[in-house]
T-cell receptor
Framework: DTGVSQDPRHKITKRGQNVTFRCDPI?????LYWYRQTLGQGPEFLTY????????KSRLLSDRFSAERPKGSFSTLEIQRTEQGDSAMYLC????????????FGEGSRLTVL | AQKVTQAQTEISVVEKEDVTLDCVYE???????LFWYKQPPSGELVFLIR??????QNEISGRYSWNFQKSTSSFNFTITASQVVDSAVYFC??????????FGSGTKLNVKP
């Protein structure tokens, strides 16, 4: 079993540009999560999918953020009109059914907004 | 509201010392789950343990042990005879439905040879 993979691992962009991150969960994991982690902090919840349905979304997620999980497999997280405050590590995690609460994390996608 | 507090930002110990990482949580739910994750320097968070709110039995796994006390809303993690490979950031987390997980700010453990 391959683990959760995220792409790209590092993205440097200028303020105002759009960026998209991709997450490929462990196959057959029907739950997928996006978290954001800034330096010295724990992961902050962004959103959660069960299969293709986005069931919960954090208030932290402004209108500039959108996530999709077409066909319930991979997921994308898009940030439009990036701001310097968006600089962070974006983590993807997946979990299996039945759900034990154990999250399997990817290595993350680091975003730097100049 | 759900909240997890890890007051210890960073701890340094010498190899073979025992070390305890503190975790205090807040929740109004009567059923909830507590977790510990390890984030080594490579960056990927790794699950260590899950505890249910209705099971206060302490758990031991090798050099790791966990002390869950509902009376003080704490879920502390002890590493016995620490090793250099234990150096990492450790996160405590809380969830009531597995949809959303609340993480503490983490404790960085430095184990020196």
């Amino acid at each position: 079993d391959t683990g959760v993979s995220q792409d790209p691992r590092h993205k440097i962009t200028k303020r105002g540009q759009n960026v998209t991150f991709r997450c490929d969960p462990i196959s057959e994991h029907n739950r997928l999560y996006w978290y954001r982690q800034t330096l010295g902090q724990g992961p902050e919840f962004l959103t959660y999918f069960q299969n293709e349905a986005q069931l919960e979304k954090s208030r932290l997620l402004s209108d500039r953020f959108s996530a999709e999980r077409p066909k319930g497999s991979f997921s994308t997280l898009e940030i439009q009109r990036t701001e310097q405050g968006d600089s962070a590590m974006y983590l993807c995690a997946s979990s299996s059914t039945p759900n034990t609460g154990e999250l399997f994390f990817g290595e993350g996608s680091r975003l730097t907004v100049l | 509201a759900q909240k997890v507090t890890q007051a210890q930002t960073e701890i340094s110990v010498v190899e073979k010392e025992d070390v305890t990482l503190d975790c205090v949580y807040e929740t109004r739910d009567t059923t909830y789950y507590l977790f510990w994750y390890k984030q080594p320097p490579s960056g990927e968070l790794v699950f260590l343990i899950r505890r249910n709110s209705f099971d206060e039995q302490n758990e031991i796994s090798g050099r790791y042990s966990w002390n869950f006390q509902k009376s003080t809303s704490s879920f502390n993690f002890t590493i016995t005879a620490s090793q250099v490979v234990d150096s990492a950031v450790y996160f405590c987390a809380l969830s009531y439905n597995f949809n959303k997980f609340y993480f503490g700010s983490g404790t960085k453990l430095n184990v020196k040879p």
